[in-house]
């Protein structure tokens, strides 16, 4: 299933990073086994944190966010 914007429009995975890219899927695929029709934002989210090598969980950190809280909840 592609991945859509609320508009219905199809997201193009290739302007996106290979990190952005693999967290999409990763989050897409939890929805699928969650049988659920959406990625949500919170999933993308953890995901995001959750990336080996990725940037996010570091930068919420450095701005002060309690990231074992965020995985969490």
Request: glycine share 10%; hydrophobic share 40%.
């Given at each position: ?24 899927q990763e989050a ?46």
């Amino acid at each position: 299933m592609p991945l859509t914007t609320h508009s219905g429009e199809v997201m193009r995975l290739d302007k996106f990073t290979i990190k952005a890219q693999e967290a999409l899927q990763e989050a897409q695929s939890r929805t699928e086994a969650d049988e659920r029709q959406e990625v949500t934002v919170e999933q993308l989210l953890l995901v995001l944190i959750g990336q080996d090598g990725g940037i996010v969980g570091p930068v919420l950190q450095r701005i002060g966010a309690n990231v074992k809280l965020l995985k969490g909840q």
